[in-house]
């Protein structure tokens, strides 16, 4: 599904990703790990068109899109998630998730699609229905995490890029939307690009990774693999996390 081939993204002269390749298949997910800094966060821009690399390739579904504007990429197919959530808190719940759809809403035969698609958001997240009409300033956040996955679903994407999805929520409530995660690759079919600090829950839900360090991919393979690997353990698999999502 998708494919990048030796893509180069700079911030100014800063060179932030270099010659990265890697590549999707179809309904799998993929998580990209590595320390603060390493360019994970890049990699997930330049997918979406935030941030293009300025040479190299990317492909999604045979299509060149390295060079395509972000609300291109969108109506293609990919959704991202940012770290932080990034939610519009003076509106609705449902008013945040409609404005995930806003490709669609000229098109008036779209109308029942995008009230189907909300649908099924609230029913990953039943919480979500309870506070549709509650500002989304007002939401924890865990809560706040949810909205922002909705969001993104709500342009029916087949790629859904995850920018630290766990960040900053309580460990019970981080398995959850772990949970969700795998359900949407298993049930829904969607692929899924996962950058995750928490190594360990990545690559359990995980079907490849790939390990990125100061702008490049320095390992690959299998997540089960990943994991029992000792340089990966050393590096990213800490003890008190272990013991943490074992519980």
Same mark, same amino acid.
Do not use: C
């Given at each position: 599904?998708?494919? %990048?081939?030796?893509?180069?993204?700079?911030?100014? &002269?800063?060179?932030?990703?270099?010659?990265?390749?890697?590549?999707?298949?179809?309904?799998?997910?993929?998580?990209?790990?590595?320390?603060?800094?390493?360019?994970?966060?890049? #990699? #997930?821009?330049?997918?979406?068109?935030?941030?293009?690399?300025?040479?190299?390739?990317?492909?999604?579904?045979?299509?060149?899109?390295?060079? *395509?504007?972000?609300?291109?990429?969108?109506?293609?197919?990919?959704?991202? $998630?940012?770290?932080? +959530? &990034?939610?519009?808190?003076? *509106?609705?719940? /449902?008013?945040?998730?409609?404005?995930?759809?806003? *490709?669609?809403?000229?098109?008036?035969? /779209?109308?029942?699609?995008?009230?189907?698609?909300?649908?099924?958001?609230? !029913?990953?997240?039943? %919480?979500?229905?309870?506070?549709?009409?509650?500002?989304?300033?007002?939401?924890?956040?865990?809560?706040?995490?949810?909205?922002?996955?909705? @969001?993104?679903?709500?342009? @029916?994407? +087949?790629?859904?890029?995850?920018?630290?999805?766990?960040?900053? #929520?309580?460990? *019970?409530?981080?398995?959850?939307?772990?949970?969700?995660?795998?359900?949407?690759?298993?049930?829904?079919?969607?692929?899924?690009?996962?950058?995750?600090?928490?190594? +360990?829950?990545?690559?359990?839900?995980?079907?490849?990774?790939?390990?990125?360090?100061?702008?490049?991919?320095?390992? !690959?393979?299998?997540?089960?693999?990943?994991?029992?690997?000792? /340089? $990966?353990?050393?590096?990213? #698999?800490?003890? /008190?996390?272990?013991? %943490?999502?074992?519980?």
């Amino acid at each position: 599904m998708l494919k %990048i081939k030796n893509i180069n993204t700079y911030y100014g &002269q800063v060179h932030a990703l270099k010659n990265v390749s890697l590549h999707l298949n179809e309904g799998e997910i993929v998580t990209l790990i590595g320390a603060n800094g390493a360019g994970k966060t890049t #990699l #997930l821009n330049s997918l979406s068109g935030i941030v293009p690399p300025r040479s190299g390739e990317i492909l999604f579904r045979d299509l060149p899109i390295g060079s *395509l504007a972000a609300h291109q990429i969108v109506k293609l197919g990919i959704s991202q $998630v940012p770290e932080g +959530r &990034q939610i519009f808190k003076p *509106l609705s719940v /449902e008013d945040n998730l409609e404005l995930g759809a806003y *490709l669609y809403h000229r098109a008036k035969k /779209e109308k029942e699609q995008i009230k189907k698609t909300a649908e099924m958001v609230y !029913e990953l997240f039943p %919480i979500l229905r309870e506070r549709k009409k509650q500002l989304a300033g007002t939401l924890s956040g865990g809560e706040l995490q949810m909205l922002s996955i909705g @969001r993104a679903l709500m342009a @029916r994407p +087949r790629l859904l890029l995850l920018d630290e999805p766990s960040m900053g #929520l309580a460990p *019970l409530i981080a398995q959850e939307i772990f949970q969700v995660i795998a359900g949407l690759s298993r049930e829904k079919s969607t692929t899924i690009l996962l950058v995750e600090q928490n190594a +360990r829950a990545a690559l359990k839900i995980a079907h490849r990774a790939y390990v990125l360090e100061t702008g490049r991919l320095i390992l !690959e393979g299998m997540a089960a693999d990943l994991l029992e690997n000792k /340089e $990966v353990q050393r590096a990213y #698999l800490g003890k /008190e996390k272990k013991e %943490i999502w074992e519980r």
